[in-house]
C-alpha cells in the first residue's frame, strides 16, 4: 500500500485510489463537485485543487492517483487561494436565489461557500447571465439552468449508468448549459438518481420541491421494498410520514442508485386505506376492536378449529413483503404450537409490472421471495391448499401480507377459498382481501419496524424503524407473539433481534448471523460462497 | 537566406508532384524508409533540436520518444492543421502552397513512431487548404507514396484528412483528440498524455503543419545542418505572420533569432502611417504584450522571447501603433477568448466572461479604478488551474496589459470615456465593436 502524506498526516492509500478518497480515509475532507465515485473522472470543475509537492501547479485531487511517498497539502496558502478562487468564479452567473430554492440545506455550494470561501461578491447582480428556469425536462426532474455548475455529474450518469444520453451541455464558455435534445425529453427508469447527484438546486424532483425544507426531515436506512432486488434506502421523514426515498450506497446491492418505481414507491404506504386498528366481522361489516378482544376471539377460533378437525384444518399463506423474522415467527406458531404444517407462500407481482433490466430493477416485485425459501417454505403451495378447502380438510386460513383477492380475482378466490369456515388477514391496508375476511389484524410496514429482507441475491438486509406504525397498528412479530401466548400463555420473543437470533438458531440458512452485525450492506447468507 | 518552407515563393507549382520531386521532394522519404531505422530518425530529429511550432515548443524527437516501442495498440499521428490563433496564418499558405512538403513530414514522422494511419485536422473553415491536400495525397497515393507498400518498403500509411467544425479549441491538442472521436472538443486532463492514450484510447503524436514540414529538410540535409540556422536550442527557419500596424503585412520565413526590430521596420516596411510604435505581442494573442522599448530588444526564438518575458507561441505578431487604445485591444482579447472558451472547466468559463465584462465597462467609461486589481486577480486565479492552457492565453495578456499599459486604464476610468474614442485608429475598432454588441 502506498504510503501519502496528507497536511502532515501520514495516510496508507490502497493502490488506485485518488487523492479525495485517501483522504477521506483520514478524515480530511478535500471539496469537490465534479468528482463521484460511480462516474469516470472528468476534472472540469477544480473545486478539488490541491498542492502536492514537487508539482509546479497544483493538482486536482480526483484525477491525481496515489503514489508512495507523495506529500500533499489541503490547507495551504496556495490550495485556500484556489478553492476561494473557484468559488467565487462558481458563483459569478449563479442567480444567488438560495430562499426560493429547494435545496437549500443540502446544496454543496451554500456548503462550500461557508466552509471555503465567506467572501463578499466582487461581481456586479445585474451582469449574470440569464438562462432557463423551472424547465421540466422529463420523468419528473426540473432543471433550473442557471444554478447549473456545469459539473457534468447528470450527463456522465445517462451516458454512463444508463446509456440513454437524454442530458447534454449545448452552447461554449459561460453560456454553456444543461438541457435535453430538441423535442425530447428525461425517458428511462433511473432519472431521480440525477437530481440525487446534482450537488445544487439546478435538478430537483416534481414530486419532492417545495413539500419539506430538508433541515426538517429525519434520515433512517433501509431497504427499498420495490421488487426482489432490494437497494439500500434512506427513508426521509417527517413527523410519521414520508417525504422521500434516496438511494444509500451498497457495492453488493445498488451501488449508488435506484430505480424510479422504487424511490417512488412510498406514497402505496401511507395511503387512505392504511388499518389503524383490528376488525372484526359482524354480519356483513367490519368493525374495529380491541387487540385484546380481537386475540381472544382468534384463539378461541384456532382451537375450536383444531379441536373439531385437527390443526391441519388450519392453513396460512405468506407473502413475500414478509420480513423474515415475521414468516418465520409465523411459521413457528403454525408449526410448533398449532401444530399444522399447511403452510404456502405467496409472491406476487401485479400484471404490466416492469420486468428484469440491466441495472437493478426486477420483475418480481417482492422483497423477500429469497428469504422465505431460505426458511425451507414452500414456494407458492397456493394449490394444494384450494385442493385442501375442495376436500373439506382445510377450515381457517391466516394470510400475512398477501392479497389473495387482487392476485386470483373475485371469483377465482371465491371458487378456490370460499368454502373456507374462517378467513383471517394481518395485513397493513384494507385490501380486497381484508373485505372477505372475518377477522383482520393491522400490521407496520416496512418502514416502521426492524427486520430483515433477503434479497433475490441472498443478501440479509436489515430494516430499521423510522417511526412507529399507525394507529393501533403493530410490528406482525409481535401480534403474532401475542396471539400466541393467547393461544398457551407462553412468551415469546417480540423484537427483531431476539426473532432472528431464534431464526439463526434454528434455520441453516441463516445460521452465524445476527440482526445487528448484518451492518449497512447486509450480508450473505450462511451457505453462499462470496 | 535561402527559402526552406516558403519555396513554393521560387518554384512555382511546387504543389504539384511532378514539380515538387523535381525539386527533390520525396528523397528524404525514401531515406527514411531504406536507410534509417525508426530509432535513427528519431534521433536526428532529437539532435536538431526541432521544437513544435503549434505554440509549446516541445522538442519534436522527444515528443516522438515517448510513443511506447512495441506497442501493443496502433499509433496514430495528427496533423494539427486548425490554426486558429489570432494573427496566425502560416499553415494555411503550406496547405495551400505545399502539400507534399506536409505529407512527406507526416510519412516520415509515422515511419518514426510505427504509425500507419495519420488524421490531419483542418479548420473548419480550410475548404480551399482541404481541396488542396486532398489532390496532393491523392496525387502520391497514385505514385504508390501513400496506402500500402510505399515505394515497396512494406510500410503502409494512411493519410485522412478531417474538417472541424468550427472552435479555436479544436486545435489543443487533446480537444482535437475529442473532436477527431466525434464528441465535444473538451480538452482531456493529462495524464494520461496523447503519447500513451490519444486518439481513440491508442498511443498519439500530434503536431502541428509547420513542424512536420521541417522534417523532411532534417532527414535529407541533418540535424547538426538544422540546428546551424538560429540560435542552437531554438534553431530552423521560421514562419513569422505579421500583422497590425506595419506597412507590409504578411507571412515571412526568416531564421531563428531575427531581431523583432529588423522584423517590423525593415521586413515590415515600418509602422503604419509614419506613426510611433506603441506595443507587439509576439506569438498570436495568448501571450504578454511587450511594450515598444522591450520589442526592439527582443530576438525572435523561443527562448529569447522567454528570457524577455513573453512566449513566441505560433510567431503570429501583432503589432500596434500610438494610436491605438490598450484598453480596447485587451477587450477584443478578452472577447475572443470568452467566445471560445469550450465552458468545461470553471476558472475558465466564469473568469474570461467576467474579464470581458469588466473590459467592456473600462473602455465604455463605466470601470472602476478597483476593477483594474480584479482584473489582475481574476486572470491570476485562472492561470494554471483549468484543464488546459486557454485559460492562460487570456490570463497572460491581461496581467501583462493592465501594468504595462496602466496610465491608460487608469485614464479610462478618469475620464469617464475612452481617450481614443474620437481620434486614431482605435475609433474604426469601436464603431465595429458597438455595432457588435
Ligand atoms: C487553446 C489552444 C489552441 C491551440 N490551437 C492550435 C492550433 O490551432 N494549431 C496547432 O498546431 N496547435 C495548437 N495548439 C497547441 C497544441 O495543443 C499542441 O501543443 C500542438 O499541436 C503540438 O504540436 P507541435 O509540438 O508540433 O507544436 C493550441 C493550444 C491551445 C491551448
Ligand atoms: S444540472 Fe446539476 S449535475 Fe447536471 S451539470 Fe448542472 S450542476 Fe452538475
Ligand atoms: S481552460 Fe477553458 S478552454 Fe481549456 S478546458 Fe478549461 S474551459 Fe475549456
Ligand atoms: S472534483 Fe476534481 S475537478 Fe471537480
Request: glycine share 10%.
Amino acid at each position: 500500500m502506498p504510503k501519502v502524506t496528507i497536511d502532515g498526516r501520514e495516510i496508507d492509500a490502497p493502490d488506485g485510489v485518488n487523492l479525495i478518497q485517501a483522504a477521506e480515509r483520514a478524515g480530511i475532507e478535500i471539496p469537490h463537485y465534479c468528482y463521484h465515485p460511480g462516474l469516470s473522472v472528468v476534472g472540469n470543475c477544480r473545486m478539488c485543487l490541491v498542492e502536492v509537492e514537487k508539482a509546479p501547479k497544483l493538482q486536482i485531487a480526483c484525477n491525481t492517483r496515489v503514489a508512495d511517498g507523495m506529500v500533499v497539502h489541503t490547507k495551504s496558502e496556495r490550495t485556500i487561494r484556489a478553492q476561494k478562487a473557484v468559488l467565487e468564479f462558481l458563483l459569478i452567473n449563479h442567480p444567488i436565489d438560495c430562499p426560493v430554492c429547494d435545496q437549500a440545506g443540502e446544496c454543496k455550494l451554500q456548503d462550500y461557500y461557508m466552509d471555503y470561501d465567506a467572501q463578499a461578491s466582487r461581481f456586479p447582480l445585474g451582469k449574470k447571465n440569464k438562462k432557463g428556469k423551472a424547465l421540466d425536462v422529463g420523468s419528473g426532474v426540473m432543471l433550473d439552468q442557471e444554478r447549473c455548475i456545469l459539473c457534468a455529474r447528470c450527463t456522465r450518469f445517462f451516458d454512463e449508468v444508463t446509456h440513454t444520453s437524454e442530458l447534454a451541455i449545448f452552447e461554449r464558455g459561460d453560456h454553456c448549459e444543461i438541457d435535453t435534445y430538441p423535442g425530447r425529453k428525461i425517458d428511462n427508469k433511473y432519472a431521480g438518481n440525477v437530481v440525487d447527484i446534482c450537488p445544487v438546486g439546478a435538478l430537483t424532483e416534481k414530486d419532492f420541491r417545495f413539500r419539506m425544507r430538508v433541515w426538517y426531515l429525519h434520515r433512517t436506512p433501509s431497504v427499498c421494498g420495490g421488487c426482489e432486488r432490494g437497494c439500500s434506502i434512506d427513508i426521509y421523514h417527517h413527523r410519521g410520514r414520508i417525504y422521500r426515498y434516496k438511494p444509500r450506497y451498497n457495492p453488493a446491492v445498488n451501488s449508488y442508485w435506484m430505480c424510479d418505481e422504487g424511490r417512488h414507491g412510498f406514497p402505496a404506504l401511507q395511503g387512505e386505506t392504511r388499518l389503524t386498528a383490528p376488525l372484526a366481522q359482524d354480519k356483513d361489516r367490519l368493525v374495529p376492536e380491541t387487540w385484546a378482544s380481537a386475540l381472544r376471539r382468534l384463539a378461541s377460533r384456532i382451537r375450536e378449529f383444531g379441536n373439531a378437525n385437527g390443526a391441519n384444518s388450519i392453513g396460512a399463506v405468506i407473502g413475500a413483503q414478509s420480513t423474515n423474522e415475521e414468516a418465520f415467527a409465523l411459521k413457528r406458531l403454525m408449526v410448533d404450537t398449532i401444530g399444522s404444517d399447511r403452510l404456502a407462500t405467496v409472491s406476487w407481482s401485479a400484471p404490466g409490472a416492469s420486468g428484469d433490466d440491466e441495472l437493478l430493477i426486477r420483475a418480481n416485485k417482492n422483497p423477500n421471495t429469497r428469504g422465505l425459501a431460505a426458511l425451507g417454505l414452500p414456494a407458492h403451495g397456493l394449490d394444494a391448499l384450494a385442493n385442501a378447502v375442495a376436500a373439506g380438510e382445510l377450515k381457517m386460513l391466516i394470510v400475512m401480507r398477501a392479497d389473495l383477492v387482487r392476485m386470483l380475482g373475485e371469483e377465482e378466490f371465491v371458487r378456490r377459498f370460499g368454502a373456507l369456515d374462517y378467513m383471517v388477514v394481518l395485513d397493513t391496508d384494507a385490501n380486497e382481501t381484508c373485505q372477505m375476511a372475518n377477522q383482520v389484524l393491522p400490521i407496520a410496514a416496512y418502514p416502521e419496524l426492524e427486520g430483515s429482507f433477503t434479497n433475490f441475491q441472498g443478501r440479509v438486509q436489515r430494516l430499521s424503524q423510522a417511526f412507529p406504525p399507525p394507529g393501533q397498528a403493530l410490528p406482525a412479530i409481535e401480534a403474532l407473539a401475542r396471539l400466541g401466548h393467547a393461544l398457551d400463555g407462553g412468551e415469546r420473543p417480540s423484537s427483531a433481534k431476539d426473532v432472528f437470533a431464534e431464526m439463526a438458531a434454528a434455520e441453516s440458512s441463516f445460521r452465524g448471523l445476527t440482526l445487528e452485525a448484518l451492518g449497512p450492506n447486509g450480508a450473505e447468507l450462511a451457505g453462499l460462497s462470496s | 537566406m535561402e527559402r526552406i518552407l516558403t519555396r513554393w515563393i521560387d518554384i512555382p507549382d511546387l504543389r504539384h508532384l511532378n514539380v515538387y520531386e523535381a525539386h527533390g521532394g520525396y528523397k528524404a522519404l525514401r531515406k527514411a524508409l531504406f536507410d534509417m531505422t525508426p530509432e535513427e530518425i528519431i534521433n536526428e530529429v532529437k539532435a536538431s533540436n526541432l521544437r513544435g511550432r503549434g505554440g509549446a515548443a516541445f522538442p519534436t524527437g522527444v515528443k516522438w520518444s515517448f510513443i511506447p516501442k512495441d506497442s501493443k495498440k496502433p499509433v496514430y499521428v495528427c496533423c494539427n492543421a486548425d490554426e486558429s490563433e489570432p494573427g496566425t496564418f502560416a499553415n494555411r499558405y503550406q496547405l495551400e502552397n505545399d502539400p507534399h512538403g506536409i505529407i512527406e513530414g507526416i510519412l516520415i514522422t509515422c515511419r518514426a513512431v510505427g504509425a500507419h494511419t495519420c488524421y490531419v485536422y483542418l479548420r473548419g473553415e480550410f475548404n480551399l487548404q482541404k481541396r488542396r491536400l486532398d489532390e496532393a495525397i491523392a496525387e502520391a497515393r497514385a505514385k504508390g507514396y501513400v496506402g500500402r507498400n510505399i515505394m515497396g518498403s512494406g510500410f503502409d500509411v494512411e493519410i485522412y484528412t478531417h474538417r472541424g467544425a468550427g472552435a479555436y479549441i479544436c486545435g489543443e491538442e487533446t480537444g482535437l483528440l475529442e473532436s477527431l472521436e466525434g464528441k465535444r472538443a473538451y480538452p482531456r486532463n493529462r495524464p494520461p498524455f496523447p503519447a500513451i492514450q490519444g486518439a481513440f484510447g491508442c498511443p498519439t503524436v500530434v503536431n502541428n503543419v509547420e513542424t512536420l514540414t521541417n522534417v523532411p529538410h532534417i532527414i535529407t540535409r541533418g540535424g547538426d545542418w538544422y540546428k546551424s540556422i538560429g540560435p542552437e536550442k531554438s534553431p530552423g527557419p521560421k514562419l513569422f505572420c505579421l500583422s497590425g500596424h506595419v506597412n507590409k503585412p504578411g507571412l515571412y520565413e526568416l531564421p531563428m533569432g531575427y531581431p523583432l526590430k529588423d522584423l517590423i521596420y525593415e521586413v515590415g516596411g515600418g509602422i503604419l502611417g509614419g506613426k510611433k510604435l506603441k506595443g507587439v505581442i509576439p506569438g498570436g494573442s495568448s501571450f504578454p504584450i511587450f511594450t515598444a522599448e522591450e520589442a526592439v530588444k527582443v530576438n525572435m526564438d523561443f527562448d529569447s522571447v522567454r528570457a524577455a518575458g513573453s512566449l513566441m507561441g505560433t510567431a503570429g505578431v501583432m503589432v500596434m501603433n500610438e494610436d491605438t487604445c490598450m484598453v480596447d485591444a485587451l477587450r477584443t482579447i478578452a472577447h475572443f477568448y470568452h467566445h471560445e472558451s469550450c465552458g468545461q472547466c470553471t476558472p475558465c468559463r466564469e473568469g474570461c466572461g467576467w474579464i470581458e465584462k469588466l473590459l467592456i465597462d473600462l473602455e465604455a467609461g463605466r470601470g472602476r479604478m478597483e476593477d483594474l486589481e480584479i482584473l489582475i486577480d481574476a486572470a491570476t486565479n485562472m492561470e494554471g488551474n483549468t484543464v488546459c492552457v486557454l485559460a492562460d492565453s487570456l490570463s497572460m495578456p491581461v496581467k501583462s496589459f493592465v501594468p504595462k499599459f496602466r496610465d491608460e486604464f487608469e485614464e479610462h476610468v478618469r475620464l469617464g470615456r475612452c481617450p481614443f474614442r474620437e481620434t486614431g485608429t482605435a475609433a474604426k475598432g469601436h464603431a465595429a465593436a458597438a455595432a457588435a454588441r
